[in-house]
């Protein structure tokens, strides 16, 4: 890991900005709000029932009914976001080392944000760009891909139309997250005139709803080179949420990686 240093590194006027140059946000909480998760985990129970109701007569049998009650577990994950840095930084006054916090935690909130729709959506470990053990199966990808045989993937033909059937494949779908490809794609669609089909996708905009649905466009569906260009679903089904809340911690002494 690279050790940033002060002086002559940075100009002085730049240094308390320099963590702050990057750009996110998280799509999964646009489309759903946080749970409070404990931090040994939660258990959901899901109830799938095969029957519709039935009419009956009075004093008439009543037909069985049956279904399948599912636990299923949500476990927290442990990220850490660090990053070296000289004796400057945490030997300067408190009034000089209030900055650099803060610009750390925006840095944070910002990453921590792309990881969470990385890590949901794809299965990886951001970090290393690769699958992680630790969440294993437990990704939209994996899901999506091997549900009822992968009856819910949808092949990609670069136009609205993918979405329109992707949410023909969804009871009560409510929204949509894009990738740039996607969106790019429905942004340049237009008529033999060219007029524009989308006119609220110029100039790489993305409204917040489109006929009712929730709306987001986000880099980290096609992040690591997934094949993912969009996203379609009832949000109100997926559960996460923080453990605990997030300390920052200066460790001076020992092995920080450990």
């Not at 709306?215 to 094949?227: F, G, H, I, R």
Request: hydrophobic fraction near 40%; charge should be negative; glycine fraction near 10%.
């Amino acid at each position: 890991m690279a050790v940033i240093t002060a002086g002559t590194m940075f100009p002085t006027d730049l240094v308390k900005d320099m963590y702050v140059k990057v750009k996110g946000h998280s799509s999964i909480a646009k489309m759903i709000a946080a749970d409070p998760i404990a931090f040994k985990g939660t258990t959901e129970f899901t109830f799938s029932p095969s029957n519709k109701v039935a009419v009956v007569g009075e004093g008439a049998n009543k037909p069985a009914g049956d279904g399948v009650v599912a636990p299923v577990t949500i476990r927290p994950i442990k990220v850490v976001y660090q990053q070296r840095v000289t004796d400057e930084f945490v030997k300067c006054s408190e009034d000089e080392r209030i900055p650099y916090l803060k610009a750390f935690a925006d840095a944070f909130a910002i990453q921590l944000a792309e990881g969470i729709d990385e890590m949901i959506m794809h299965g990886v470990n951001p970090y290393a760009g690769t699958a992680s053990s630790v969440i294993g199966n437990n990704n939209l990808d994996y899901v999506i891909a091997n549900y009822a045989s992968g009856a819910n993937v949808v092949a990609y033909t670069g136009a609205d139309t993918d979405v329109e059937t992707a949410i023909d494949k969804v009871e009560g779908a409510n929204g949509v997250i894009l990738g740039k490809k996607l969106r790019s794609a429905i942004a340049a669609q237009a008529t033999t005139d060219g007029v524009k089909l989308h006119p609220e996708f110029a100039w790489g905009a993305t409204p917040d709803e489109l006929g009712g649905m929730k709306l987001d466009t986000n880099k980290s569906v096609q992040a690591n080179s997934a094949e993912a260009r969009a996203y379609v679903g009832d949000w109100n089904a997926l559960k996460w949420g923080f453990a605990e809340n997030m300390p920052i911690k200066v460790i001076e002494y020992g092995n920080p990686d450990g």
